[in-house]
Every structure is written in structure tokens, then in C-alpha cells.
């Protein structure tokens, strides 16, 4: 296992296009976390698995915005009907949760969105 | 909400200590991170710390932190032309403890 793994690395597509990006997470770990990171910013939180539960959303993810964790492996972050304003870095991140809480989140490489 | 402030650029030559500076606003974080990102890359985590401790040390890396003031720093030793990259500052709270709030990050440019 050599990390969180993101596909694809880059996506340009058309506005008004649908997107999908997947994320394969560290292997034993039950918490998967998407974030959103555009130009000269620190990245934002958008959603978070604990294994195939959607637990937390943020206010930014719209509703063109949906994430999955079927098997509470991989997980997609589908994008609906894409603007200009969504073209950003897009940060998958895993972590391993036990009773005694969660330390560290280890992120993947990101797929970066251009909407054209 | 919470927040997360840090300075935008810091230049040091090699061979200097880097010190690049945080603060937030949550009185709840629990846990306090350093990331580093190079270009094109995603982040890495250099080091954390534990809302009870008020340092650690790792190698080149120091991190201290001043609950009371809301401060956190992380210095680098003998900072070397690969530490160029920028430097994200994050906390996570006890509310949301596995979600993080980062700043913009510091870009660190370390010149020969």
C-alpha cells in the first residue's frame, strides 16, 4: 500500500458537464474525507465517511455536489452541471479512527478540476 | 465559525532557522497540524501537536504552541532549499475532530 491513491490526476472538462473522481484510501483505514483547494487558499472541508456512513456534508457542497462510499472502500465525488467557479484542486484524505480518537488525516496527491 | 490565520511568505537563506507563524480562534482545537505542500503536489503532514502539550520536536522541526494566546509556530533548523514549499497551519476541534480547518498557508522560499 503505498497511500491514498486519486484518479484521475487532472480533468478538464466543458461547462455544464458531469464529473467523476475517485479515491482509493489507505487500506485499513475507516474514515475518508474530501476537500476542495483553490488558488493561493488552504483547503476547505466539503464531506466525510466513517466506513460507508456519510457523516458530516458542508455548507459547500451544493447540491450539483454528491459522494459515495458503497463499500466503505473507494469512494466518488461526483460533480453535476459544472461552472466555472468549481474548478479547483480536489483533496481526498484517510484516516484511521479508534476509540481513543483521530490523529492524523493522510492525504492524497488530488485530481485538478478546469472547467472551461 | 473557526479560523485560521498565517502569514503569506516567509524568504530565508540557507543554513538559517525558518519560523513561520499561526494563529486560530477555536478554543475547542484539540489537535494542531503542520502540512507542507510542494508544487503540484498534495500535502504531507511534517508534525502535530496535542492541545495539552506546549512543544514538540522532531528532528529539524520545533513546534510551540501558546494555548492561552492561540499561537502556534513551527521552526525549522538549517532550513535547506528542499524545505521550499508552502506551509499549511490546521486545527481540529473537538466538535468536528475529524474534520480540519486550514489557513491559507505560508509559502517558504529558501534561497541559496
Known amino acids: 500500500d503505498t497511500g491514498v491513491s486519486q484518479d484521475p490526476r487532472h480533468k478538464i472538462t466543458k461547462r455544464g458537464q458531469n464529473v467523476t473522481f475517485r479515491c482509493d484510501p489507505i487500506?485499513?483505514?475507516?474514515?475518508l474525507y474530501w476537500y476542495r483547494q483553490t488558488l493561493g487558499q488552504g483547503p476547505e472541508f466539503l464531506t466525510y465517511?466513517?466506513?460507508?456512513?456519510?457523516?458530516?456534508k458542508s455548507r459547500l457542497l451544493s447540491d450539483r455536489f454528491s459522494a459515495e462510499r458503497p463499500k466503505g472502500s473507494f469512494s466518488t465525488l461526483e460533480i453535476q452541471r459544472t461552472e466555472q467557479g468549481d474548478s479547483a484542486m480536489y483533496l481526498c484524505a484517510s484516516s484511521l479512527v479508534r476509540g481513543s480518537g483521530n490523529t492524523e488525516a493522510f492525504f492524497g496527491q488530488g485530481t485538478r478540476l478546469t472547467v472551461v | 465559525g473557526e479560523d485560521v490565520e498565517q502569514s503569506l511568505f516567509l524568504s530565508v537563506r540557507e543554513g538559517d532557522s525558518s519560523v513561520i507563524n499561526c494563529t486560530y480562534t477555536d478554543s475547542s482545537s484539540t489537535y494542531l497540524y503542520w502540512y507542507k505542500q510542494e508544487p503540484g503536489a498534495g500535502l504531507q503532514l511534517l508534525t502535530y501537536?496535542?492541545?495539552?502539550?506546549d512543544m514538540k520536536q522532531d528532528q529539524r522541526l520545533t513546534v510551540l504552541l501558546n494555548k492561552k494566546d492561540k499561537h502556534l509556530s513551527l521552526r525549522i533548523a538549517d532550513t535547506q532549499t528542499g524545505d521550499s514549499a508552502i506551509y499549511f497551519c490546521a486545527e481540529s476541534s473537538l466538535s468536528g475532530y475529524s474534520t480540519l480547518t486550514f489557513g491559507k498557508g505560508t509559502m517558504l522560499l529558501v534561497s541559496p
Open positions: 465517511f466513517q466506513n460507508e456512513a456519510q457523516l458530516e
Open positions: 487500506s485499513e483505514h475507516n474514515r
Open positions: 501537536i496535542f492541545s495539552n502539550m
